[in-house]
């Protein structure tokens, strides 16, 4: 979700905030371009030799640091840039080398720090990305956002993104991306616990249960599952029983192209003979059975 406010717009809403909002999103902004700014120098010196020939001006270029961001809220002579002129927004940088310190607005990047013009584009570029985030953070709390996911574990978030949401502010639709993967992740890590769990205990039942013997390609355990699971639910079709099967990691996966388990021809052909021998009958039309157990004393 990309959105644009102007000055007066992001003023107003910002306004329309309490303090501790407010103090909370000219933090993150600052933050953020403080980590957009490292990163974009990490990634110069990773690529060191390959986009740039010139390693005496890359050099000169990662050794600046971003160190602060200020927003004094209008322009004023208390905030000013290198050639002179009153900023509203002031970037400070901090030469690591030689700890110069330079201050300027953001259309001046490549004047005062000496990066290539093309370099420049793209830090400029990516320092203004920020802000739109913050753009999106206050639309969507003009609008009335509600977060795209139910989940009372918020504290299985990042500390920043619980801190954001205990204070009414929207996640941006990044945030929010990553929000949903940190749950999808919680939510298999769950069912598969709860899985281990359930095969444990059938384990156990199925440990102590004694079925007819059959001549079939199945193995034991999992003719005795068969008996197991009709036991629990009376009746069945041959695809339900194999899925339950599959869950509890009795057989594998794999499928024919029609979608079916390929492990249901054999199981398929277990039941019948079951049925043959009367443990088992069915209902139905053919090929579409509902398997019973017959309880016998």
């Known amino acids: 979700m990309i959105v644009y406010l ?23 902004l600052k933050r953020g371009k403080r980590t957009y700014y490292a990163n974009f120098i990490a990634r110069l ?20 640091e971003l160190v602060d961001y200020i927003d004094g809220g209008l322009v004023t002579d208390e905030l000013k840039c290198e050639c002179g002129k009153s900023l509203r927004y002031q970037y400070i940088v901090q030469n690591n080398k030689t700890g110069k310190v330079l201050k300027f607005g953001i259309t001046h990047f490549e004047q005062h720090t000496g990066f290539p013009p093309h370099i420049a584009k793209d830090v400029v570029k990516g320092l203004q990305e920020v802000d739109l985030e913050m753009d999106e953070v206050l639309s969507k709390w003009e609008n009335g956002w509600k977060p795209s996911f139910d989940f009372p574990n918020t504290e299985l978030l990042p500390d920043e993104m619980q801190r954001q949401l205990s204070l009414g502010l929207p996640l941006t639709d990044r945030q929010e991306e990553k929000a949903n993967d940190i749950i999808r992740e919680f939510k298999r890590k769950q069912a598969e616990e709860e899985r281990g769990l359930e095969r444990k205990n059938l384990e156990q039942e199925l440990s102590s249960l004694h079925v007819p013997e059959v001549n079939s390609p199945l193995d034991p355990i999992i003719q005795k599952a068969v008996f197991y699971y009709f036991s629990l639910y009376g009746a069945s079709n041959l695809e339900n029983l194999c899925e339950w099967l599959l869950q509890m990691e009795l057989i594998t996966g794999e499928r024919f192209l029609t979608g079916k388990l390929k492990a249901q021809v054999d199981v398929g052909i277990y039941l019948e003979s079951l049925v043959q021998r009367g443990y088992f009958s069915r209902a139905g039309e053919k090929l579409k059975w509902v398997y019973v157990l017959n309880h016998t004393s």
């Open 6 to 28: 102007n000055k007066s717009e992001r003023d107003r809403l910002m306004g329309e905030l309490n303090d501790e909002q407010r103090g909370f999103l000219q933090d993150s």
């Open 45 to 64: 010196k990773a690529n060191k030799g390959n986009a740039l020939s010139e390693h005496a001006i890359l050099d000169e270029m990662t050794q600046w």
